[in-house]
């Protein structure tokens, strides 16, 4: 079946370190979203991406579509303690549902 | 406001007993979801419904039931069948209409099976 493999699991960084995410699907995408979510939260819509080799900004972050449409990242640039969460992308395939991956914990150090 | 709420937050069962978590949705909202997220892992699909009267199996639907007689309510069944209960359920909707299918998720409720 369809898969969405995310990596890494988590990412450890110093407060104003970037940080970055990464999909891979095993199928072509319809589109990708990306999803936050903060300790003991829920899944937050962040951002959706439909076309191809699309890129767009939400302040510090970046996010990117690949050309094939089969991966995406997500990059934070100087992270902020107001970052911590785990980000999770889930491709979108053409019955409305959406494939998860297993996400990204980003920890900022003391 | 429009929203998703479940209930109850916290939710304890002794092992054997049937459970019903609720979700609702004011968002006009024709699909819902129900997921399940284990500690540190990610969202695996339990059931969902696209339209009322009708939902479909997830990936991991043994031991659930589900019902639709609603637009509105979504509620999710956690059977003796089960065999690992004890998790973080979260209830989901999206509109099957717009082109930004974004889930909106509801703040989750977390049984614990003793």
């Known amino acids: 079946g369809q898969q969405v493999m995310q990596i890494p699991q988590y990412q450890h960084v110093q407060e104003g370190e970037d940080f970055t995410t990464y999909c891979n699907s095993s199928?072509?995408?319809?589109?990708i979203q990306w999803y936050k979510q903060r300790p003991g939260g829920h899944p937050v819509f962040l951002i959706q991406?439909?076309?191809s080799g699309e890129v767009k900004k939400q302040k510090r972050l970046t996010f990117q579509f690949g050309e094939a449409k089969k991966n995406s990242s997500l990059h934070i640039t100087a992270t902020q303690t107001t970052d911590v969460g785990t980000y999770f992308c889930a491709g979108g395939d053409s019955n409305y549902q959406l494939i998860w991956g297993a996400g990204t914990k980003l920890i900022i150090k003391p | 406001d429009g929203g998703i709420t479940q209930s109850p937050k916290y939710l304890f069962r002794k092992e054997g007993q049937n459970v019903t978590l609720s979700c609702e949705q004011n968002l006009n909202h024709d699909a819902m979801y129900w997921y399940r997220q284990d500690p540190g892992q990610g969202l695996r699909l339990i059931y969902y419904s696209q339209i009322v009267n009708d939902f479909q199996k997830g990936d991991i639907a043994e031991g659930y039931s589900v019902s639709r007689e609603k637009k509105e309510s979504f509620p999710l069944t956690v059977t003796s069948a089960q065999k690992n209960p004890t998790a973080f359920y979260l209830c989901?909707?999206?509109?099957?209409?717009?082109?930004?299918?974004?889930?909106?998720f509801g703040p989750g409720t977390r049984l614990t099976v003793l």
């Open positions: 991406l439909v076309k």
């Open positions: 199928t072509t995408l319809s589109n």
């Open positions: 989901a909707s999206s509109s099957v209409y717009s082109s930004y299918n974004e889930q909106f």
